[in-house]
């Protein structure tokens, strides 16, 4: 059984999406990864008009039963502060009308996760990417790199675990309509494991 994740590192610029599926042993493999966005000369509604279309697409693309998005820090400048909210906002409501649960998780969290480290730079995180992913080359540009890390992060830290209706919960997922059947094997599955390493310890003593 795996937990298939859609990562975004939203921006109006550059939007990285990754779809990654994430089985109970913590293998994740990659499905899909890749940019949208637009330039600046366009004017703000009909940038974010190329987002909500590009993800209506991956969401009915993929089927993906959660989507983990990057939370918005405020120590970036206004305007980009701006532009990434913007963006999280189309993504996380495309999300809502489809009834997917979205987890938001900061970048520490990401760079902790994936390199052990919360401080560590780009190019660390693309490089425990591949490594994560078995991939023969590293994904491309820095954005679609951070979408799959985002994905991966969420299916470890939070594995099956979400939320119900409008709740945050310890790894900020807010629920839609609580767990999607994928969800639920998820979780049982991760259960039937956690009990069988149990036993298998047990036997070892």
């Given amino acids: 059984m ?5 990562g975004v590192d939203p921006g109006l610029t550059r ?28 004017s703000l509604d009909a940038r974010l008009l190329v987002i909500a279309d590009s993800i209506d697409k991956w969401l009915s693309d993929y089927q993906p039963d959660v989507l983990a998005v990057e939370r918005v820090f405020s120590q ?10 913007q963006a999280s906002g189309v993504v996380i409501a495309a999300a809502a009308r489809r009834g997917i649960p979205v987890a938001l998780h900061t970048p520490s969290e990401v760079k902790a ?7 560590a730079d780009k190019t660390a995180v693309t490089t425990m990417v ?9 994904p491309t540009p820095a954005d679609a790199a951070d979408a799959l890390a985002l994905a991966i992060t969420h299916a470890w830290r939070a594995g ?14 807010t629920g839609a ?29």
Wanted: aromatic share 2%; with cysteine; charged share 20%.
């Fill in 15 to 42: 939007c990285g999406l990754g779809v990654v599926d994430v089985a109970v042993n913590r293998t994740a493999t990659l499905v899909a990864f890749g940019v949208v966005g637009s330039t600046p000369e366009k």
């Fill in 160 to 173: 099956p675990a979400i939320a119900g209706p409008g709740a945050t919960g310890a790894a900020g997922t």
């Fill in 130 to 138: 591949t490594k994560i992913l078995r991939l023969d080359c590293a």
């Fill in 177 to 205: 309509a609580g767990s999607t059947a994928a969800q639920k094997l998820w979780r049982e599955a991760e259960a039937k494991a956690k009990k069988n390493k149990e036993k298998t310890s047990h036997g070892w003593r």
């Fill in 2 to 6: 795996t937990l298939r994740v859609l």
């Fill in 76 to 85: 970036l400048n206004v305007s980009t502060v701006m532009g990434v909210a």
């Fill in 113 to 119: 996760a994936v390199t052990g480290s919360g401080r």
